[in-house]
């Protein structure tokens, strides 16, 4: 068990080395090598559900599975196998492919450990890998515009892990120690100026990773530039790894929950919630629309675990695990549709419906699934954030939240009325490639299969992850106990 | 500490000298300058209230308090961070935001040196990305052919 955890880091560490040194391999060979790596790392997270114990590894890299790590590593890895499969024929050159890929897997093993580590040490290490490789994923393709994003996530993504590192050394300051579960047992709960200053430095720092507002400017430009493989791995995937998942684990089992910080994380969620939403109306290019779209969703998942009731949290983290596959599949909706006809403008397009009848039909599964329509899984997981709203007496944030999803729904609908209904307007479409169509298919499975199965879905891999936060502070007890 | 700050030497020497080998010494732009005072003034009582803020709480965090040294050094350390920061926030020139950076990771990599942590991961995590910053500019620098971050305006955000 313990070596199929370690190989979740070194797997993908490994896969991005040996690209890099079999540069001349054969295309389908660096193909077949990067789709079954994902498939392994996917597939290893079966024999590795780790409810209700919690498997840990202590010498020299401390790593930590419990239930709320393992809903990210499921999201991370399984969202990451789609986007191999679509990017086998979206990158027609093998070389640029093998570019990908390297990326690709630098950025998946730092993610897997940023979600493992059981010391802040190596959270950061991992983080600051998987931010790396995704600053140059944006600039990918080259040219000023998306030099210019890559740029500006570059700048800003220092800036907050430099607020991350001044937090780092407040802790070790206080408590001499910056092992998470050593720190759960010791940090000084009344410390309440020490506590407060560093929940102001986490909260900016990995805020801004998450692109919470104020801290999202980057967000628009980083993933509407990026190619739309890297697009859906940064919005439904990094933001959240790097970001929600790094000021969960902090705020809820070490720093513990107050009232101060539930009004901060509501506030927070309902004004991202709002500002997205209302941003992603005014934009006709659909990648910049869904990128606005990533940061309203993420204001419901901050929204949801920042109410701090048990319908609020399991809401939001189901919330987290729907819309990475709902976001993957729009983002790779998106790239179909720039591939097909050339053009990303909505108003440059049109009648798309005829002549793309199964992007056609992925792209609605997706709107209606990020709008919350039943039976599709969004709609679960926002019926339950309006639910703990009103559990705990909040009734206007149950009502942002329900305009919200009606600001996405008519942000969406925008999408399908210029892209796919009306007349065509005569640019050439050129087919989609079938390994695109099979993630889009897959994809829009998921999203109707999670919806119908939703009560299975939390109970295999929600309520764990609850469990986990619901605990708090004792995180370190049962990690420490555990085996 | 003393082989700590050492390998912190070594570490953001090592960033520097590749920095330096990137940006040749004619494309630092140090032609370029802020001649708007606002800014400038926002960035300073800024600056102040931070310092403020960092006295109080250092006098008031026992273990900082309980040895004056510290006190001193991360207030100074404070005034680096700060440095840093207008830097990258008032300057306009790419290289200046890369030395505004790396003062400011200098800065934090010495706080935590003066809480104890003696790994040194930061630190090389720190000069490795200050490497990848720069190797990032120069591609800019060379596609939009200029230092002027006024001038890369095709992204609105």
Redesign the interface.
Same mark, same amino acid.
């Given at each position: 068990m313990k070596v199929l955890l370690l190989s979740l880091i070194f797997a993908p560490l490994a896969t991005a080395g040996m690209l890099w040194l079999l540069k001349k391999t054969k295309p389908i060979i660096m193909d077949s090598f990067a789709v079954l790596t994902a498939a392994f790392l996917t597939g290893a997270l079966v024999f590795l559900r780790p409810a209700p114990n919690v498997l840990v590894i202590r010498n020299y890299l401390p790593l930590v599975l419990d239930g709320l790590s393992f809903l990210l590593l499921l999201i991370a890895n399984a969202v990451a196998l789609f986007i191999l499969i679509y990017s086998l024929q979206y990158f027609k050159e093998a070389d640029t492919r093998q570019r990908f890929y390297r990326w690709f897997f630098l950025m998946l093993c730092g993610i897997n450990g940023v979600v493992l580590a059981g010391d802040l040490?190596f959270l950061?290490?991992f983080l600051?890998l998987a931010a790396?490789s995704a600053? /140059?994923l944006v600039?990918f393709n080259?040219?000023?515009?998306e030099?210019?994003?890559?740029?500006?996530y /570059?700048?800003l993504g220092?800036?907050a892990?430099?607020f991350i590192?001044?937090g780092?050394?407040?802790i070790?300051?206080?408590t001499?120690t910056?092992n998470l579960s050593r720190l759960a047992q010791i940090f000084p709960q009344n410390a309440y100026?020490?506590k407060s200053?560093i929940t102001v430095l986490f909260l900016a720092g990995f805020g801004m990773k998450a692109a919470l507002v104020p801290f999202h /400017?980057?967000l628009?430009?980083a993933h509407?530039?990026a190619p739309s493989p890297v697009s859906a791995m940064l919005s439904g995937v990094i933001i959240k790894a790097l970001g929600v998942y790094a000021l969960l684990r902090i705020i809820y089992n070490v720093l513990g929950i107050s009232p101060q910080l539930i009004s901060i994380l509501t506030t927070l969620g309902a004004v991202s919630l709002l500002i997205g939403g209302l941003l992603s109306l005014v934009q006709w290019d659909i990648k910049r629309l869904m990128a606005y779209s990533s940061i309203s969703q993420i204001g419901y998942i901050v929204l949801g675990i920042g109410l701090a009731t048990p319908l609020g949290v399991m809401g939001g983290l189901f919330h987290l695990l729907n819309h990475a596959f709902m976001k993957a599949l729009l983002f790779l909706n998106a790239g179909a549709i720039e591939k097909a006809a050339g053009t990303r403008d909505l108003r440059k397009l049109g009648g798309l419906a005829r002549t793309l009848p199964l992007v056609y039909a992925t792209t609605l599964i997706g709107t209606l699934a990020i709008s919350g329509i039943p039976p599709f899984n969004g709609f679960w997981s926002k019926f339950y954030i309006i639910l703990g709203c009103l559990q705990a007496g909040q009734v206007w944030l149950a009502l942002i939240a329900v305009l919200g999803s009606i600001l996405t729904l008519a942000a969406y609908l925008k999408v399908q009325k210029h892209a796919f209904w009306g007349p065509e307007q005569g640019t050439a479409v050129k087919p989609v490639p079938l390994s695109m169509d099979l993630s889009l298919i897959a994809l829009s499975f998921l999203c109707l299969a999670i919806g119908l199965a939703s009560a299975l879905v939390i109970g295999w891999f929600i309520n764990p992850a609850l469990m986990v936060l619901a605990q708090g502070t004792n995180y370190g007890r049962i990690v420490l106990g555990g085996k | 500490m003393i082989l700590s700050v050492i390998w912190l030497i070594i570490m953001f020497g090592a960033a520097l000298y590749a920095i330096a080998r990137i940006f040749p010494f004619k494309d630092r732009g140090f032609e370029s300058s802020s001649k708007e005072y606002l800014p400038g003034l926002v960035f300073a009582v800024f600056a102040l209230i931070v310092l403020v803020a960092a006295f109080y709480l250092f006098l008031n965090l026992p273990v900082i308090a309980a040895k004056p040294i510290l006190i001193g050094l991360n207030l100074l350390l404070t005034v680096a961070f700060l440095i840093g920061l207008y830097l990258v926030v008032i300057r306009k020139s790419l290289y200046r935001i890369l030395i505004g950076l790396l003062i400011m990771e200098v800065a934090v990599e010495g706080f935590l040196i003066a809480a104890g942590e003696h790994q040194g991961l930061t630190a090389l995590i720190g000069a490795v990305m200050l490497i990848a910053l720069a190797v990032l500019m120069g591609k800019v620098q060379k596609t939009s052919q200029t230092q002027d971050i006024t001038k890369l305006e095709e992204l609105k955000g």
């Open positions: 040490i950061f290490l600051e790396l600053y /140059f600039a080259g040219g000023s515009k030099l210019e994003a890559a740029l500006k /570059f700048i220092e800036i892990s430099l590192l001044i780092l050394g407040l070790f300051h206080l001499g910056l100026l020490a200053v /400017f980057w628009p430009d509407t530039s | -």
